[in-house]
């Protein structure tokens, strides 16, 4: 089935910024997301580089097969 489940440009982000164990996308560079957080003069902005979040059964025009499949049991 062409998912994102399935896509060699998915894969579950378990280190970084993210590492929400959630699955991203890595087809294209992360980009660049502003947060803001507080400080004790007030509040500054910092930016933060981001991969698209995708769920299992996304798809996209980008699919790219996995070169040796195998079966996710990530739910």
């Given at each position: 089935m062409s998912?994102?489940?399935?896509?060699i440009h998915s894969t579950i982000d378990l280190q970084g910024e993210q590492a929400s164990g959630g699955m991203v996308c890595r087809r294209y560079?992360?980009?660049?997301?502003?947060?803001?957080?507080?400080?004790?003069?007030?509040?500054?902005?910092?930016?933060?580089?981001?991969?698209?979040?995708v769920k299992d059964g996304s798809r996209c025009g980008e699919f790219e097969a996995m070169r040796n499949p195998?079966?996710?049991?990530?739910?």
């Open positions: 998912t994102c489940n399935s896509c560079p992360p980009i660049a997301v502003p947060v803001t957080v507080p400080t004790a003069t007030g509040v500054t902005v910092q930016i933060h580089s981001v991969f698209p979040p195998t079966v996710r049991d990530d739910h």
